[in-house]
């Protein structure tokens, strides 16, 4: 997600003079991969929120890759807009 932020802070020209394609890149990749092992998690926890067994965690990483997968994807479709 903090990648994400920054290539897209990037993208429209506030830091650096970049247009952070790696970054929204990098970005893309980590929150589908966050995303999934997150829904694995979810997928194979048994008992419930407050059992030790992480659903809380797994919950916590869905909605942290989807955040990571959204930004990189605004991200690239800028950096693709003013190529």
């Known amino acids: 997600m903090v990648i994400g932020g920054l290539a897209l802070a990037r993208s429209s020209g506030r830091i650096d003079t970049g247009p952070g394609r790696r970054g929204a890149i990098v970005a893309l990749m980590a929150g589908l991969i966050g995303t ?19 659903l809380g965690g ?12 959204a930004l ?3 991200t690239l479709t800028r950096s693709r807009r003013t190529d």
């Open 36 to 54: 999934a092992l997150g829904g694995l998690v979810v997928a194979t926890a048994s008992g419930g929120l407050g059992t030790g067994n992480g």
């Open 72 to 74: 990189g994807w605004l």
């Open 58 to 69: 797994g919950i916590v990483a869905l909605v942290v890759g989807l955040i990571g997968t």
